[in-house]
């Protein structure tokens, strides 16, 4: 009897322990098996990430098909573009008339209709000039935004046309606001600050070279005096890039013009490839108009793409070693 007790002590107790090991493998396995899963998963979502971001790099329109479909980037870019409009508004409406006494009674409505067609018009044209650049020269949407932006509101103070500042900028820098040439231009239209440092002064100094905002600015001064002082937009360009005293600018004026026609092509809502084939660089037409008269608008020429005018910028400081009178201006 004794003997039936102690076997079925000794069994329990085994079976006991047996369980208990069983338990701890089975524990041992599924956290094992846990931690396999995660690591493989963390390294495919890596592998992932990698391929979005080279894609995103090669294709810059997938980003922004990608903010299209995120909430916070559609909000995000309303409000950018909600900014926008209503500065536009602001620059675009028309000079409060003088005010005259009306009877008592009556309501005066403002005629608002001229204003709020060139804002859509100016806005829409924005819009494709935005989109274009941004692809051609690979730069993020919301920052090629704010160079056109910038660009066609200091084209509305200056009366130069825009599209000929941001072609000016393509070939200059490639819409990088931090580009330097060996010689000291600096920014987005490639300013010799320290020539023009007067200009920056009210800019917050020559510091402010480098914000694209005040760059722009400065650049235009600079490009619409060269223009007028030139009696041509070609002489003026050719002053720009510091080959004033020479007989050829080497092809850069060529430039600026092929590129000021394609953004002309593309505000009008053409469909202009974002990568175009090398032209040999030719004499483009007069494009004098596009430094635009108080009354009217500019209607610019233009001729071939960006290459590479580091060769010219060696020239820079003949094309800004003088204090351009702006007294017109």
Same mark, same amino acid.
């Given at each position: ?137 690979? @730069?993020? %949407?919301? /920052?090629?935004?704010?160079?056109? #932006? +910038? ?5 509305? $103070?200056? =009366? ?118 090398? @032209?040999? %660089?030719? /004499?483009?037409?007069?494009?004098? #108009? +596009? ?5 009217? $608008?500019? =209607? ?30």
């Amino acid at each position: 009897m004794i003997n039936r007790y102690t076997r079925a002590a000794y069994d329990f107790t085994r079976h006991q322990a047996t369980q208990s090991a069983a338990w701890a493998v089975f524990a041992r396995d599924t956290i094992s098996g846990f931690m396999t899963t995660a690591r493989h998963a963390l390294t495919l979502l890596g592998i992932v990430a990698i391929v979005v971001l080279g894609t995103m790099f090669v294709k810059p329109e997938t980003a922004d098909r990608l903010k299209k479909l995120s909430p916070f980037g559609a909000s995000t870019q309303d409000s950018v573009n909600a900014t926008n409009a209503q500065v536009e508004t602001e620059r675009t409406m028309p000079a409060a008339a003088p005010v005259t006494p009306l009877a008592a009674g009556t309501v005066r409505i403002p005629d608002l209709s001229h204003a709020v067609k060139a804002q859509d018009s100016s806005s829409k044209q924005q819009e494709w000039v935005t989109e274009w650049l941004a692809k051609r020269y690979r @730069v993020a %949407a919301d /920052a090629t935004n704010m160079f056109v #932006s +910038a660009a066609y509101l200091t084209a509305k $103070e200056v =009366k130069i046309d825009p599209l000929l500042i941001l072609s000016v900028m393509a070939i200059e820098s490639g819409f990088n606001p931090f580009a330097e040439s060996p010689v000291g231009a600096q920014g987005l239209m490639q300013v010799m600050s320290k020539i023009h440092h007067d200009k920056f002064a009210e800019l917050g100094g020559i510091k402010a070279a480098l914000n694209p905002v005040a760059n722009i600015r400065v650049g235009s001064l600079i490009l619409k005096d060269y223009v007028e002082r030139g009696g041509s937009v070609e002489a003026g360009l050719k002053m720009y890039v510091g080959a004033g005293a020479l007989e050829t600018d080497s092809g850069y004026g060529a430039k600026v013009l092929a590129e000021y026609r394609r953004l002309k092509e593309v505000a009008t809502g053409k469909k202009v490839p974002v990568i175009t084939p090398t @032209v040999t %660089a030719s /004499a483009a037409p007069a494009a004098s #108009s +596009a430094v635009k008269p108080a009354s009217a $608008e500019a =209607k610019p020429q233009a001729s071939s793409l960006s290459e590479d005018v580091s060769s010219m910028k060696e020239n820079r400081p003949l094309a800004q070693n003088e204090e351009p009178t702006i007294s017109s201006l």
